[in-house]
């Protein structure tokens, strides 16, 4: 009489329940697995086609499109700037060291603050 005390009772409707719980953990893992790789080469994709990705929209981004001329000096940019932050933007196109340029050094086009 002991030895049946001991045997857990599960009833079908709990037997079903945790069959389906597993399968739809195993299913999700599964799904996630594929998406992961995905993601990565849907971002390849879009860095290669000069789509911007914005990931923190509290950062700044800016990207050279490949829709630019570079050998008639014409270039496109796709820039991400978040609101309520103020901008300078500045241009240089000669004498530019390796540890960038100061604003001595470039001439200011804009000065704005965005929303």
Not at 23 to 30: T, V
Not at 66 to 87: A, S
Not at 104 to 112: K, T, Y
């Amino acid at each position: 009489m002991l030895a049946r005390r001991l045997i857990p009772r599960l009833s079908l409707l709990t037997a079903l329940l945790l069959i389906t719980i597993a399968a739809s953990a195993i299913g999700i893992w599964k799904l996630y697995a594929e998406v992961v790789p995905l993601r990565a080469e849907n971002r390849r994709l879009r860095d290669e086609l000069g789509e911007l990705s914005v990931e923190d929209v509290d950062k700044f981004y800016a990207i050279l499109t490949p829709e630019g001329e570079p050998d008639k000096f014409r270039y496109k940019w796709r820039i991400w700037v978040p609101k309520g932050r103020k901008y300078l933007l500045y241009c240089a196109s000669s004498k530019i060291s390796s540890t960038g340029i100061s604003r001595g050094e470039a001439g200011q086009l804009a000065d704005r603050t965005i929303g």
